[in-house]
C-alpha cells in the first residue's frame, strides 16, 4: 500500500529544520516524510485489529516531526521508520467506525494495566512503552509495528477503540483525539480553582488544541472566566463560541487578565494573575508570557508540545509557579469527584460543539506537501485542522478548494 | 501692528497648505473655488515690562483688596498653578507661573506669611516630573518649598485630604484638596491659553475629586456642550462647572485669581515656518521645510518625538489680571478672544485638521490615539464662537499617523481603554455607563496615579468624551495616513491621502462640497456666522 512514512536520515531533518522557516512546502519536499510502498502491518496478537483509516489529522506533533523540530527527548520513544497519524477515524474489517485513543498502554502492550478499567495513557511508569512485544512508540503514529493514520490501514488494540455514534460525522470524528487532549488540559487546571469563587484561566494561543482546551473549560470546570488570547479573527469567533468570556489577540492578553484578576502591573509580570493559564502555542515566548500573567502558586498547563526553549524562571520560582505537562489524556478525575474517560467527554464535545466545524480542508495522500504546507501555516490561511482524507470518495469529499 | 486672521479663499495660484502629521508635515493641495483656509492672527506684541505687569494685578485687583492686604502673620496661604498640560509647547523660561508665585511669595514674606503650600492643580491629569516642576516654577522656589512637603501635587484620590464645600440646586457636590478648603485664601495661577480654560474651572477642576467631576465630565455633558470655545451659556459644561464656582465662592475660602494670557508666537526656528502663510515663505523657508520633513521622514518615531516636546516656544504674556474670579476672567477671555478671534461666514461641508504631535494630555509623551481623537474633535473642532465650522452632518477629515502606540508610564489605562472598551463601544454615553466605574475604581491605576506619573484611570474616558459634541456633529470622520486597524477601532474612516479622502467623502457630502482648512498652529478660535 502507498503510506507516508517518516524514516530517520538527519540530512533529511536537517534540510526539513531550516527549510521550514523559510516555506513549509519545501520542507516537507526535502524532509524525511515520503510516499512509500509498504506492506500493511501484522496483527501483533488477540485483541488487536485492523484498521481502515477514513481520516487522519495532522497534528502539530506531527509538523514538529516532518519540519525536524521535535526533541531529541523522543529518539528513544519511537521507533523508526513510522507512519504518524494518531487523530483518526476509520473503520474495522467488521465495519465498525471508530476512532482510536492511539497511546499504546499497558493492554495494547501486553502488560497488567496499573488498575483495573485504565486507559491506555493511565499509569505512573513509561517502561511498557518501549518493551513488550511492539517496537517502541509512545503511540500508533510513532510506532514502526503498528503503522499509523496516514496510510490506508493500520493496526490498533481494542483497547484503543471507540465506537463512533452513527449520528457523528467522519469529520466530528477525526476531532475527537484533539479534543481529549484539549479537555485533558482543561482539567488540569482545575486542582488550583478549588475553592475560588470565580476563577480565572487564560488560554495562549486558539489552534485546534487552544480551542478544545476552551470547549473543555466550558463544559467541565464549574464557573471558570475563560479569557483567550487568539491570533486570527477566525480562531477568536471559534473561540467565543466555544464559551470564552474575552477574546483578545496575543499581545493584550496581559492586559486582559490582569483587568479580570484585578491586578497591578508589576514589570512585565502581573502582581496577581490568571489561577491556571494553558499554554497552547508551547514556544519560549508562549510559556514565558504565561508565566508572566499566572498568579503565584497558580498553574501553567503546557499543553503545546515544546521543544528546548529558554525561559527565565526566576519568575516561577518566586511565585511557586506550577509548571505542568499535559500530554494526551486517560482517566480523569472530575470536579465532583467522578472518575471519567477522557474519550468519552470528548466524543460527547465533538457532537455538542459540532467539532466537525473545525476541519478546514482534507488533502489526498499523496497531496501531503500541500496538506503540510496548509497545515503549517493554517491560522495564518483562516483554517484550523487540515486533514488527509482516504475514504474511496475522497475527492466528493475534499475541502480544500473551499479553504 | 500684527496682522488679524483671516479667511483665505483657494484659487488656482494658492500653494498647497501645510498640515500637520503628528510628528511630521505634509503640504496639500485642497480644491480650487471651494476650499478656504483659516488663517490665525499673528502673534500680539507681548507686554513690554511683564514682571512690572503681574505686580500691578496683584496690587489693582479687580473687585478685591490688593493681594498685600488680605496676607497676614498666621494665615494659611493655598497657591495653586495650572499644571503641564499648558502652555503648549512648553514656554521657554522664566515661566509666566514662576515670574507670577515669586511676586506672590515676595509679597507674603513682606506680610510675614510663613505658612505657604504651593499645590499643582493637576485634577486627574499626571503628577508633574521634577524638571517640569522646575521648569514651571523655577529652582528657587522648587528648592525652597518641594524638600518640605510644600510644594506638592493634588490628589484626586486622597479621601483623607480632600473636603467637601456644599453642594449646587442640581446636586453637584463641590469637593476639593482638604489644604485649599482650609486655606484663609486661595492664589490661584492661571495661564489662560484658550477660552474653555480659567475661571471657575481653574478651582472646581484642578483641585477637585474624581467625585466631583464625574458630575459634568460625561459623554452626555460634553454631548450637550455645544461651545467649548465660545458662549458660556452653551456649554452644559461650563454651566455646571459654573454652578459649583458659585458654591466655592459661597461657602469656600476666599479666592484671589491671578489669570494671564499668551500670544500666538508658538515655535521658534527653524521651525517658524509652521507660523508663517504659505506663499509667504521665502526661499529659506520652503528649503527649511523640504530639509525638515526629509529628516522626519527617515527619523525614528520616538527621536523625533523627542525633538518636538524640547522645543520651548517664544510665546509670552500678552495680558495679566487678578482679583475676583468672575470678573477677571471676563477680561482674560476679551484678550484670549483679541488674539484668537478669527471672523469666518458660513459653515463648510469638510473641516480639514492636521493633528500635531502634542495636546494638552500628552506633554512629553505619546499621541496616542485616542488623544488623536481628542485633539481633532475636542479640541480642534471645538475652536469655534456662535456655531461648529462645519455643518451638522457634514465631514472631519484629519491627518496623523495614528500609530497604535502608548507612554506606558503616562497613559496605562489608556492601552486598556483601546483594547476593551473600544472595540465594544465608542459611543461616549454607552461606555461612560458600561466601563467608566471599573477604571475608576482599578487599584492599580488607583496607585499609579496618586504615586508614579500616570493619567487617572478614567482618563481616557474624559479625552474621548471631549470630542462627545464633535463625534455626533460630523456625518464621517476620516483620517488620512493613519494606520488603518486602528483608525477603524476609533470608528472612523482610514484613508491613504487627502484625494482618497475627498473621494471617501464624497458619500456624505456629495461631490463639489465646500472646504474649509483650519490652519493650526496657531491657535484660533473662528467666529462663525
Known sequence: ?403 | MPRPGFVHEVDRSTPPVLFWRGENFSLEKLPAGRSRVIYPPEPLKALDDIDGAIVHALLNPHGQDPLPAQLFPGMKLTIAFDDVSLPLPKMRTPDIRQRVMEAVLDMAAQAGVDDVHIIAALGLHRRMHEYELRHALGDRIFDAFHPRGMLYQHDAEDPENLSIIGTTDHGEVLEINKRAADSDLIVYVNINSVPMDGGWKSITTGLASYKCLSHHHTGETLQNTKSLMGHRKHSALHTSIWRLGMVLRDQGPTVFQIESTLNTDMFPAPFDFINKREWEWTAKDRATYLGTTKALNRMPTRMARKMFHNIEAPHQMTSVQAGDTELVHEITLEHVYRQQLVPVEGQTDILTLGIPYVCPYNPDGIMNPILVMCMGLGYLFNMYRNKPLVREGGVIIMTHPTYREFHPVHHPSYIDFFEQVLPDTTDPVVMGQKWEKQYAEDEWYRHLYRTGNAYHGVHPFYAWYWGAHGQQHAGKIIIVGGDAPTVRRLGFTPASTMDDAFEIATDVVGRAPTITHLHVPALLVADVT
Not at chain 1, 502558586?297 to 499543553?303: I, K
Not at chain 1, 470518495?393 to 475534499?398: R, V
Open chain 1, 1 to 403: 500500500m502507498r503510506a507516508l512514512q517518516v524514516d530517520k536520515k538527519i540530512t533529511k531533518l536537517g534540510m526539513a529544520r531550516v527549510l521550514s522557516a523559510l516555506s513549509p512546502a519545501a520542507a516537507a519536499k526535502v524532509g524525511p516524510l515520503d510516499l512509500v510502498s509498504i506492506d500493511p502491518p501484522a496483527l501483533p496478537g488477540d485483541g488487536w485489529h485492523r484498521v481502515h483509516t477514513h481520516l487522519a489529522g495532522i497534528c502539530g506533533s506531527d509538523l514538529a516531526t516532518v519540519e525536524g523540530h521535535a526533541s531529541a527527548y523522543f529518539d528513544d520513544w519511537v521507533s523508526f521508520p513510522f507512519v504518524p497519524g494518531h487523530e483518526v477515524v476509520g473503520h474495522l474489517d467488521d465495519g465498525r467506525r471508530v476512532v482510536v485513543e492511539p497511546v499504546l498502554g499497558h493492554a495494547a502492550r501486553g502488560f497488567e494495566p496499573p488498575f483495573p478499567g485504565a486507559a491506555p495513557g493511565d499509569g505512573n511508569d513509561y517502561a511498557h512503552l518501549v518493551t513488550g512485544h511492539l517496537e517502541p512508540g509512545i503511540q500508533i503514529g510513532f510506532c514502526n509495528s503498528t503503522c499509523g493514520g496516514w496510510a490506508p490501514e493500520f493496526v490498533a488494540h481494542e483497547s484503543q477503540l471507540h465506537d463512533v455514534p452513527d449520528s457523528m460525522s467522519d469529520e466530528a470524528a477525526v476531532l475527537v483525539e484533539p479534543a481529549a487532549g484539549g479537555i485533558h488540559a482543561a482539567l488540569l487546571t482545575w486542582p488550583v480553582l478549588v475553592g475560588v469563587d470565580r476563577p480565572v484561566v487564560a488560554v495562549l494561543g486558539a489552534g485546534t488544541m487552544g480551542l478544545c482546551a476552551i470547549a473543555g473549560l466550558r463544559r467541565y470546570v464549574p464557573n471558570v472566566q475563560i479569557i483567550v488570547g487568539a491570533r486570527y479573527p477566525h480562531q477568536q469567533s471559534i473561540a467565543t463560541a466555544f464559551g470564552a468570556d474575552i477574546v483578545v489577540k496575543p499581545d493584550e492578553l496581559a492586559r486582559a487578565v490582569r483587568r479580570a484578576s484585578s491586578s497591578h502591573m508589576v514589570g512585565d509580570y502581573l502582581s496577581g494573575g490568571a489561577d491556571a493559564t494553558i499554554d497552547a502555542v508551547g514556544t519560549s515566548d508562549s510559556i514565558a508570557q504565561c508565566l508572566r500573567i499566572t498568579r503565584p502558586r497558580g498553574r501553567v498547563v503546557l499543553m503545546g508540545m515544546p521543544a528546548d526553549v529558554s525561559v527565565d524562571l526566576t519568575g516561577l520560582w518566586h511565585r511557586e509557579t506550577q509548571l505542568v505537562g499535559a500530554y494526551t489524556y486517560g482517566t480523569e478525575t472530575m470536579p465532583d469527584g467522578a472518575r471519567r474517560r477522557t474519550f468519552d467527554l470528548a466524543i460527547e464535545t465533538a457532537q455538542a460543539c459540532r467539532l466537525e466545524q473545525l476541519v478546514s480542508a482534507t488533502y489526498r495522500l499523496d497531496e501531503y506537501e500541500d496538506a503540510i504546507a496548509h497545515a503549517a501555516s493554517a491560522g495564518r490561511r483562516g483554517a484550523v485542522k487540515v486533514a488527509f482524507d482516504l475514504r474511496p470518495d475522497a475527492a466528493k469529499h475534499s475541502t480544500k478548494a473551499s479553504s
